[in-house]
């Protein structure tokens, strides 16, 4: 069984920084890519970086210069550095894996960790 595991979220103030991290785990054949997407209350769930098997890097315009996502040399683990954080980075951020397992080639998704930036 497939999982992807997040930790790092939590309350920070306006200009302040997070780190996201998210491990892969289970019978993963191949990885495609990696990355993060967030969901504020009401709102769609909107991709927010991703890196792919080559290391290709795609940022979603509102985080450029200020989000940077990076991963291990082991390609399970992938990471999502939040720098000069402002209250409209406030949502539920979600790590998602586009992996081949058993199950054929799918979308994975993590629980979830709340990201709150408020003074």
């Known amino acids: 069984q497939v999982q992807l595991v997040e930790s790092g979220g939590g309350l920070v103030q306006p200009g302040g920084s997070l780190k996201l991290s998210c491990t892969a785990s289970?019978?993963?054949?191949?990885?495609?890519?990696m990355g993060w997407y967030r969901q504020a209350p009401g709102k769609e769930r909107d991709l927010v970086a991703t890196?792919?098997?080559?290391?290709?890097?795609n940022y979603a315009g509102s985080v450029k210069g200020r989000f940077t996502i990076s991963r291990d040399n082991g390609k399970t683990t992938v990471y999502l550095q939040m720098n000069n954080l402002e209250p409209e980075d406030t949502a539920v951020y979600y790590c998602?894996?586009?992996?081949?397992?058993?199950?054929?080639?799918?979308?994975?998704w993590g629980q979830g960790t709340q990201v709150t930036v408020s003074s």
């Open positions: 289970g019978n993963i054949f191949n990885i495609y890519g």
């Open positions: 998602n894996g586009d992996f081949r397992s058993v199950l054929g080639r799918r979308p994975y």
């Open positions: 890196i792919n098997s080559g290391g290709t890097t």
